[in-house]
């Protein structure tokens, strides 16, 4: 069982041409062995029955097939232990079997035999193994080996036991040639078909291979694309049946896949109607998880043959497509919300511009006023100074107010460079501090690595501390000054350099709650405050690429931590 087992898996085909050609030369010679054993047993088994067959006696015919069988053998042996050419093998094995088939055809008569067709199997054999090289040695060596038999017979050196036979031997010279003739022109025939036959099959094969490793990709290719799309996809059938369901329907829908295969659409999701406009449809669709999301899909034809001839031709089959655009209706909203914004803020600087000139006026004109007043009359004069007072102070913070949002409203882009820090950080403080003493706050201190240079626009940085140091008369208290701090150093976070900055007071600090509230446009905790400041610092900072936090510790309450990235990570 194991051998015919074994000898079955020969008919299995191969990518490797040259196993494959060992493999049909074994399968040659099994045929070989199983042929003759049957072509010389059988007949002799009916040769009781028929005396006009031409046959050897019993021993011969045991001789022949023994020797038939061991070279058989021997040739397996060969052909599965040595390393050898397989096409000069196959042509030495389809000579052996011109060779046995001669002497089997001069045993049974000659020109009499009933085996002189046999010289036409390894004929075909060797065009359809080896093609036409192959076809035309085995027909040539068939021809000779015939003419040979011919020959001999012709010149009366035939077996002895043909005179018990209905043997007649030839004595018509042309009819030995006529029975070459026949015989030569079908051998080369027979090779010339079997060669080209064995040809445009090598070429179909090939091309078969090649469409199938081409389908093989394209189909690779589309399951990919079908499981990798960021698109979820069901196709129908002609009765809505589920048919297809890729990972992105299932990532959007919520359901897998083996809930929804072989169930209907509008079972599954009854949100999606297939009737109306194809381009472009939504709705709301509940996960399976309860979440509702607002879903994007569209449906077409799928242009497939009919499923049978009875059918109109047409294809009722239906392809969907659907997107969540929850985020990106939410971001569309932003988008409006935004350029609403832009220009209410443009509309806004543009009116902020056109007060600064009366405001300026205003206040030209209440000084002016201020140096007119007569000083004997005391009254008129204590009264007039403090209107026109109270006008130039509120005429300068609303300047103020003007400044900081036409600044936060057209920031100018940051032309960076490398400057003294130390430097910078002592022009603040030298031109802010007179102005703070009426809030008794304590001397600023620095801390500030020597030599220390920072890398940014310098009239940003120096707005930005302004601002914070400006931020700390909202915690300055008449009982008790507060200390102010400047520290400033380089370091590393996340494999990237950086000059922190840091401005620290000890008031009370800002309240956890309100730590991302201050940073928001026109958001203040003082009364006097236009909710500016701390907006103008956020965006500075955004504007260098850099971050800011909000700190504190032990001796300061509120720590406002700057960090300003070196310029190798800005060109990155």
């Not at 196993?19 to 049909?24: E, G, I």
């Not at 290719?221 to 992105?248: P, R, V």
Request: charge should be negative; charged fraction near 20%.
């Amino acid at each position: 069982m194991n051998a015919i087992h074994n000898w079955l898996n020969n008919f299995i085909p191969v990518e490797d041409s040259d196993q494959q050609l060992k493999q049909h030369i074994l399968s040659f010679i099994f045929v070989r062995v199983c042929l003759f054993t049957l072509l010389v047993t059988v007949p002799s088994i009916f040769h009781i029955q028929a005396h006009n067959l031409i046959l050897p006696n019993l021993h011969i015919s045991i001789a022949f097939l023994v020797v038939v069988v061991f070279f058989s053998v021997c040739s397996v042996l060969i052909v599965r232990r040595t390393a050898l050419s397989l096409k000069r093998f196959g042509v030495i094995q389809l000579l052996a079997d011109i060779g046995f088939t001669a002497l089997l055809v001069y045993a049974s008569g000659c020109s009499h035999s009933i085996f002189t067709p046999l010289f036409i199997l390894p004929i075909i054999v060797g065009g359809l193994i080896l093609y036409k090289l192959g076809g035309l040695i085995p027909a040539a060596a068939a021809t000779i080996s015939y003419a040979i038999v011919l020959g001999v017979e012709y010149v009366g050196a035939v077996p002895r036991y043909f005179q018990n036979t209905a043997y007649e031997p030839p004595l018509d010279p042309f009819t030995v040639l006529n029975l070459f003739a026949v015989y030569g022109i079908t051998f080369f025939v027979i090779a010339i078909i079997s060669g080209q036959l064995a040809g445009r099959l090598r070429r179909t094969e090939k091309e078969l291979s090649k469409t199938v490793l081409e389908f093989d990709r394209l189909s690779l290719l589309y399951k990919q694309i079908f499981d990798d799309i960021t698109t979820g996809i069901i196709t129908t059938d002609e009765k809505n049946i589920i048919t297809s369901y890729n990972n992105a329907a299932e990532r959007i829908t919520g359901c897998p896949t083996k809930r929804v295969m072989g169930i209907d659409l509008h079972t599954c999701f009854p949100e999606i109607q297939l009737t109306g406009d194809k381009e472009r449809n939504v709705c709301h669709m509940e996960r399976s998880d309860g979440t509702v999301i607002r879903v994007g899909y569209s449906f077409s034809q799928l242009g497939v043959p009919a499923a049978s001839e009875n059918d109109d031709g047409h294809s009722y089959c239906k392809v969907v497509t659907l997107q969540d655009i929850s985020k990106i209706e939410l971001m569309e909203k932003q988008m409006r919300e935004a350029e609403k914004m832009a220009a209410i803020g443009e509309l806004s600087a543009s009116i902020a511009h056109d007060f600064r000139n009366p405001l300026a006026a205003i206040s030209g004109s209440a000084q002016i006023l201020a140096m007119d007043y007569d000083e004997d009359d005391i009254a008129k004069t204590g009264t007039g100074k403090t209107l026109v007072g109270i006008i130039l102070r509120e005429s300068k913070r609303m300047a103020t107010t003007i400044t900081d949002f036409l600044q936060f409203a057209r920031p100018e882009a940051a032309v960076q460079k490398w400057f003294d820090l130390d430097r910078l950080i002592t022009e603040v403080t030298e031109k802010t501090m007179p102005l703070y003493e009426q809030f008794e706050l304590g001397n600023v201190v620095k801390d500030i690595e020597i030599h220390l240079n920072c890398w940014g626009d310098q009239q940003q940085i120096q707005t930005i501390l302004t601002h914070l140091i400006d931020n700390t008369r909202s915690i300055s208290d008449a009982e008790q000054a507060v200390k102010v701090a400047i520290r400033a150093f380089e370091t590393n976070r996340k494999n990237i350099n950086y000059t922190c900055i840091e401005v620290c007071d000890t008031g009370p600090g800002i309240p956890t709650m309100l730590q991302k509230k201050v940073f928001t446009p026109f958001f203040s905790t003082r009364e006097d405050g236009t909710g500016l400041g701390l907006a103008i610092v956020k965006q500075l900072i955004d504007n260098h690429n850099g971050i800011i936090e909000i700190d504190s510790d032990n001796d300061y309450g509120c720590i406002i931590r700057l960090f300003l990235p070196h310029p190798e990570v800005i060109t990155h």
